[in-house]
């Protein structure tokens, strides 16, 4: 993450916290660190770091509830298993000497 990303900033603190759902470092019902606490370790403005939850709100991922932080929703367990899927799919391509950027062209491909 960082300023000389071409993403804004707000979308990649969103990643980080969908990288984090996927590979199940937090789970549905585990509450995320406060969004003052976050912009303080990333370095980033306070709003950056609430546009990120509200974009991560609409995508169901989580619910932000005043008073009580942002908590990760049961439907961030989908994301988790499409993780799984995700690694097999890359150790597959890794077997037959696919590389890593034929793979996500093929997977732009399929889903264009």
Same mark, same amino acid.
């Given at each position: 993450m960082g300023a000389q990303s071409d993403r804004p900033l707000?979308?990649?603190?969103? &990643?980080? !916290?969908? %990288? *984090?759902? /996927?590979?199940?470092?937090?789970?549905p019902g585990d509450r995320l660190?406060?969004?003052r606490e976050i912009a303080a370790g990333l370095g980033v403005n306070l709003h950056t770091v609430?546009?990120?939850?509200?974009?991560?709100?609409?995508?169901?991922?989580?619910?932000v509830r005043r008073?009580?932080? &942002?908590? !990760?929703? %049961? *439907?961030? /367990?989908?994301?988790?298993?499409?993780?799984a899927d995700?690694?097999?799919?890359v150790a597959r391509a890794r077997r037959l000497g696919i590389?890593?950027?034929?793979?996500a062209a093929l997977i732009k491909e399929t889903s264009a």
């Amino acid at each position: 993450m960082g300023a000389q990303s071409d993403r804004p900033l707000f979308e990649q603190v969103a &990643a980080s !916290v969908r %990288a *984090a759902i /996927a590979a199940g470092r937090v789970r549905p019902g585990d509450r995320l660190p406060p969004a003052r606490e976050i912009a303080a370790g990333l370095g980033v403005n306070l709003h950056t770091v609430l546009h990120a939850f509200q974009e991560l709100r609409d995508e169901g991922l989580i619910e932000v509830r005043r008073g009580r932080g &942002a908590i !990760v929703t %049961a *439907a961030a /367990a989908s994301l988790a298993d499409l993780h799984a899927d995700v690694e097999a799919l890359v150790a597959r391509a890794r077997r037959l000497g696919i590389t890593p950027d034929t793979l996500a062209a093929l997977i732009k491909e399929t889903s264009a």
